[in-house]
């Protein structure tokens, strides 16, 4: 939430409104006062990217529900000229900011007639305009794929669920000769929506989820403890994750205590239960909520800005890598309609009407004689071991035998192929790096193969194109193959998104939390950090959103000693204020000649007796660590949807005893195109690539950038709205004196 504020106060202020901060939500609003009706600056938003919760506050107000008391609120925003609103909640919050809104004018007449206003103020303030922002963990707002606050949430349950299974494998080993199995149940959030638990669950490997809106069918008690049984036969551990809303078909709740007591009374596992709680509230926000709380916060001024008296209230949403502007009230609506379904016992509706959950349906009637490898190629990225697993496992439940291929192409020539069980992958969602091994070699027109399966990054790519173009030499290349992005540059042309890239985002952020902390003690100090990602400048740019950087270079926009400059003068002229603190972030291979070192140097020289300078280089710190839950999730289910299309294609092209595929539609990439997993022969983005650079030629992540500027206090332009879909008029506005008429 506090991202969102920090870009709404300062995308107002750049735009020339006079801003204000509303203390403790609608309860503020209706108190009001200086305390409570704040003018915020630009230096009063400062530091708040790295802060969890929100730091203007947040009540329930039961004044403001009703009549009496939105008519304080309008008496109160109309002493200090406020006309525009900018609401982060959920779907009550908006509800009533769009009641409000609607009683506006009634509520004017009232205080005109009881002599708390004059007849000019209703003329001046004749109409409330409110754009909404979704902030909550759970997700549960339709008409929109996340919301604010979600993926932190998951980042604190995944983070309880790794310790967790450290402990008990650890007492595992411990009990080995007792044979002792442990089960452990983890209560998360979510009263009337699922999404957190099942989320987690597929992240972390669990062995059963319950939610809301799928109760179990009736006997699920005893398929359940079947199944822990039959999965404890290879492993001494068993996860379940409990939505706090989980129901059975009756209406019943199924609650952490219930699931313990079930499995202590029909299996005698050792159960234990966690409750997280409002642990899942806390914390420092993630890289992803921090950039979608600023895309938001910008995209929300923008609309209060093109809005009229008669333009009804919008939602700014998140579909795909794109912020929309959807009708606030249809949003709320559709929201409802799932809790009404749910009410009706309509569970299947409810689902159909969240959109956001699927099946995997076993399209598998018995045995295959189809054999498929798995390799990972190219640098190590987190998440690659949750791809695999899912691939291996969604490919035996197919059927398949599955293969694993050790050190990538090198490996595969080398023959160091051998057979990969179920079991063999279990624990692998939160491990870093490559289990699998992984090497950069690619030995063009040497291979000697048999079916290749998945593999990760640009090289990835290449090797996969050599392996196409050696089909009419080879017949043994003539089987379907399919590649998964995986790299922490994302750089990968037909995916606008890499497994890897939103754990490396993580590891610049947090970086950069600390730095920046380091020297809160320490004043008019500059930070130069240089990045990972080749001649991609996605980590820079992206990874300086979320860290509130000053600047950061990248290849893709070319820059001289003029910008370096400019800069400079930019960070000499914000030290004199409040803010005595500089970030600057470059890519690795952002310029040949303006290196991380020169950089550094010509920083310290020009910015001498004003600030000093420190310099760090992240280095393969962004490569490691436990993949973050967007890099788990996205990679099992991106390698599922893979291995059910390998299926398909095997299957449509077996022909007299063997597989047979020479079509350029059986050697495809399979990315992520706005919100759709997209499968796309790869010989098709061949003129999408800059192969020089190994980046795609045009990507969707540069119009981010104007943002970062204007975040940051630069005078820039801002043509086009981060959605593409609006022509603005941002851009012909100019920083004008405070027009009481246009506070938000």
């Given at each position: 939430?506090?991202?969102?504020?920090?870009?709404?106060?300062?995308?107002?202020?750049?735009?020339g409104?006079?801003?204000?901060?509303?203390?403790?939500?609608?309860?503020?609003?209706?108190?009001?006062?200086?305390?409570?009706?704040?003018?915020?600056?630009?230096?009063?938003?400062?530091?708040?990217?790295?802060?969890?919760?929100?730091?203007i506050?947040?009540?329930?107000?039961?004044?403001?529900?009703?009549?009496?008391?939105?008519?304080?609120?309008?008496?109160?925003?109309?002493?200090?000229?406020?006309?525009?609103?900018?609401?982060?909640?959920?779907?009550?919050?908006?509800?009533?900011?769009?009641?409000?809104?609607e009683?506006?004018?009634?509520?004017?007449?009232?205080?005109?007639?009881?002599?708390?206003?004059?007849?000019?103020?209703?003329?001046?303030?004749?109409?409330?305009?409110i754009?909404?922002?979704?902030?909550?963990?759970?997700?549960?707002?339709?008409?929109?794929?996340?919301?604010?606050?979600?993926?932190?949430?998951?980042?604190?349950?995944?983070?309880?669920?790794?310790?967790?299974?450290?402990?008990?494998?650890?007492?595992?080993?411990?009990?080995?000769?007792?044979?002792?199995?442990?089960?452990?149940?983890?209560?998360?959030?979510?009263?009337?929506?699922?999404?957190?638990?099942?989320?987690?669950?597929?992240?972390?490997?669990?062995?059963?989820?319950?939610?809301?809106?799928?109760?179990?069918?009736?006997?699920?008690?005893?398929?359940?403890?079947?199944?822990?049984?039959?999965?404890?036969?290879?492993?001494?551990?068993?996860?379940?994750?409990?939505?706090?809303?989980?129901?059975?078909?009756?209406?019943?709740?199924?609650t952490?205590?219930?699931?313990?007591?079930?499995?202590?009374?029909?299996?005698?596992?050792?159960?234990?239960?966690?409750?997280?709680?409002?642990v899942?509230?806390?914390?420092?926000?993630?890289?992803?909520?921090?950039?979608?709380?600023?895309?938001?916060?910008?995209?929300?001024?923008?609309?209060?800005?093109?809005?009229?008296?008669?333009?009804?209230?919008?939602?700014?949403?998140?579909?795909?890598?794109?912020?929309?502007?959807?009708?606030?009230?249809?949003?709320?609506?559709?929201?409802?309609?799932?809790?009404?379904?749910?009410?009706?016992?309509?569970?299947?509706?409810?689902?159909?009407?969240?959109?956001?959950?699927?099946?995997?349906?076993?399209?598998?009637?018995?045995?295959?004689?189809?054999?498929?490898?798995?390799?990972?190629?190219?640098?190590?990225?987190?998440?690659?071991?949750?791809?695999v697993?899912?691939?291996?496992?969604?490919?035996?439940?197919?059927?398949?035998?599955?293969?694993?291929?050790?050190?990538?192409?090198?490996?595969?020539?080398k023959?160091?192929?051998?057979?990969?069980?179920?079991?063999?992958?279990?624990?692998?969602?939160?491990?870093?790096?490559?289990?699998l091994?992984?090497?950069?070699?690619?030995?063009?027109?040497?291979?000697?193969?048999?079916?290749?399966?998945s593999?990760?990054?640009?090289?990835?790519?290449?090797?996969?194109?050599?392996?196409?173009?050696?089909?009419?030499?080879?017949?043994e290349?003539?089987?379907?193959?399919?590649?998964?992005?995986?790299?922490?540059?994302?750089?990968?042309?037909?995916?606008?998104?890499?497994?890897?890239?939103?754990?490396?985002?993580?590891?610049?952020?947090?970086?950069?939390?600390?730095?920046?902390?380091?020297a809160?003690?320490?004043?008019?100090?500059?930070?130069?950090?240089?990045?990972?990602?080749?001649?991609?400048?996605?980590?820079?740019?992206?990874?300086?959103?979320?860290?509130?950087?000053?600047?950061?270079?990248?290849?893709?926009?070319?820059?001289?000693?003029?910008?370096?400059?400019?800069?400079?003068?930019?960070?000499?002229?914000?030290?004199?204020?409040?803010?005595?603190?500089?970030?600057?972030?470059?890519?690795?291979?952002?310029?040949?000649?303006?290196?991380?070192?020169?950089?550094?140097?010509?920083?310290?020289?020009?910015?001498?007796?004003?600030?000093?300078?420190?310099?760090?280089?992240?280095?393969?710190?962004?490569?490691?660590?436990?993949?973050?839950?967007?890099?788990?999730?996205?990679?099992?289910k991106?390698?599922?949807?893979?291995?059910?299309?390998?299926?398909?294609?095997?299957?449509?092209?077996?022909?007299?005893?063997?597989?047979?595929?020479?079509?350029?539609?059986?050697?495809?990439?399979?990315?992520?195109?706005?919100?759709?997993?997209?499968?796309?022969?790869?010989?098709?983005?061949?003129?999408e690539?800059?192969?020089?650079?190994?980046?795609?030629?045009?990507?969707?992540?540069?119009?981010?950038?104007?943002?970062?500027?204007?975040?940051a206090?630069?005078?820039?332009?801002?043509?086009?709205?981060?959605?593409?879909?609006?022509?603005?008029?941002?851009?012909?506005?100019?920083?004008?004196?405070?027009?009481?008429?246009?506070?938000?």
């Open positions: 939430m506090n991202a969102a504020v920090r870009a709404v106060v300062r995308m107002g202020i750049y735009v409104a006079k801003v204000y901060f509303i203390r403790e939500g609608y309860q503020g609003m209706v108190d009001g006062g200086e305390e409570n009706i704040k003018e915020a600056s630009w230096e009063s938003v400062s530091s708040m990217l790295q802060m969890g919760g929100t730091v506050g947040s009540a329930r107000c039961k004044e403001f529900r009703s009549h009496e008391g939105r008519l304080k609120a309008a008496h109160n925003l109309v002493q200090r000229g406020i006309t525009n609103l900018c609401v982060i909640g959920g779907d009550g919050s908006l509800t009533g900011a769009n009641l409000f809104r009683e506006w004018s009634g509520l004017l007449e009232e205080l005109v007639q009881q002599g708390l206003i004059d007849e000019d103020a209703v003329q001046k303030y004749s109409a409330l305009h754009v909404g922002m979704v902030g909550s963990i759970d997700n549960d707002f339709c008409g929109t794929d996340m919301t604010i606050g979600t993926d932190s949430a998951l980042h604190r349950i995944i983070e309880v669920v790794d310790a967790i299974m450290t402990t008990a494998q650890r007492l595992a080993i411990v009990a080995l000769a007792n044979v002792v199995w442990r089960t452990f149940v983890l209560e998360v959030m979510g009263r009337h929506c699922g999404y957190l638990a099942l989320v987690s669950a597929l992240a972390c490997g669990a062995d059963w989820v319950l939610i809301p809106e799928m109760p179990p069918e009736d006997g699920w008690e005893e398929k359940m403890c079947q199944k822990l049984s039959t999965r404890s036969r290879g492993s001494r551990l068993n996860i379940i994750i409990v939505a706090e809303g989980a129901i059975d078909r009756h209406g019943k709740a199924i952490g205590s219930v699931v313990k007591d079930l499995v202590v009374r029909c299996l005698g596992f050792d159960t234990r239960v966690t409750i997280l709680g409002h899942q509230r806390g914390g420092t926000p993630s890289a992803f909520d921090r950039i979608l709380a600023s895309r938001m916060g910008v995209e929300a001024v923008i609309a209060l800005l093109e809005t009229t008296a008669n333009t009804p209230a919008c939602v700014v949403s998140l579909c795909g890598n794109q912020a929309v502007r959807l009708p606030l009230m249809e949003c709320v609506q559709m929201t409802q309609e799932v809790q009404k379904a749910m009410d009706e016992k309509k569970f299947e509706e409810a689902v159909k009407l969240r959109g956001r959950y699927s099946h995997i349906t076993n399209h598998c009637s018995g045995f295959s004689n189809f054999n498929i490898a798995v390799l990972n190629v190219g640098a190590p990225a987190a998440g690659m071991n949750a791809a697993r899912s691939a291996v496992r969604v490919g035996i439940s197919e059927g398949h035998k599955m293969f694993a291929v050790n050190d990538g192409f090198e490996g595969f020539y023959g160091q192929i051998k057979e990969i069980k179920w079991a063999d992958v279990g624990g692998w969602t939160g491990q870093g790096g490559s289990l091994g992984t090497k950069r070699l690619l030995y063009q027109h040497h291979l000697v193969t048999k079916t290749p399966g593999g990760s990054a640009l090289q990835a790519y290449l090797g996969l194109m050599e392996l196409l173009e050696a089909r009419g030499k080879y017949d290349f003539c089987v379907p193959m399919v590649m998964v992005p995986a790299t922490v540059s994302n750089n990968v042309p037909g995916s606008d998104l890499s497994i890897g890239a939103d754990t490396a985002l993580n590891a610049i952020t947090d970086t950069c939390d600390r730095i920046k902390q380091s809160s003690g320490t004043k008019r100090r500059v930070f130069i950090i240089e990045t990972m990602g080749g001649y991609c400048g996605y980590l820079a740019s992206v990874g300086g959103l979320a860290a509130g950087a000053d600047a950061a270079y990248i290849y893709e926009e070319p820059f001289d000693i003029r910008d370096l400059q400019s800069n400079v003068e930019h960070l000499t002229e914000k030290m004199k204020g409040a803010i005595q603190r500089g970030l600057v972030l470059r890519n690795e291979n952002s310029n040949e000649n303006y290196t991380t070192d020169f950089i550094y140097q010509l920083y310290s020289e020009e910015g001498r007796g004003v600030f000093d300078c420190r310099k760090n280089v992240l280095g393969h710190m962004q490569q490691g660590g436990a993949p973050s839950p967007f890099d788990r999730n996205f990679g099992t991106i390698s599922a949807k893979a291995m059910l299309w390998l299926t398909k294609k095997m299957n449509e092209t077996f022909r007299q005893g063997r597989v047979f595929a020479n079509t350029e539609d059986t050697c495809c990439l399979l990315g992520m195109r706005r919100r759709a997993l997209v499968f796309q022969p790869v010989v098709q983005l061949k003129d690539t800059d192969f020089v650079h190994r980046i795609p030629k045009e990507q969707w992540w540069l119009k981010l950038r104007p943002l970062m500027k204007i975040l206090k630069y005078k820039t332009s801002y043509d086009v709205s981060d959605s593409g879909q609006l022509e603005h008029v941002v851009r012909n506005i100019q920083p004008k004196e405070s027009d009481p008429s246009g506070a938000m």
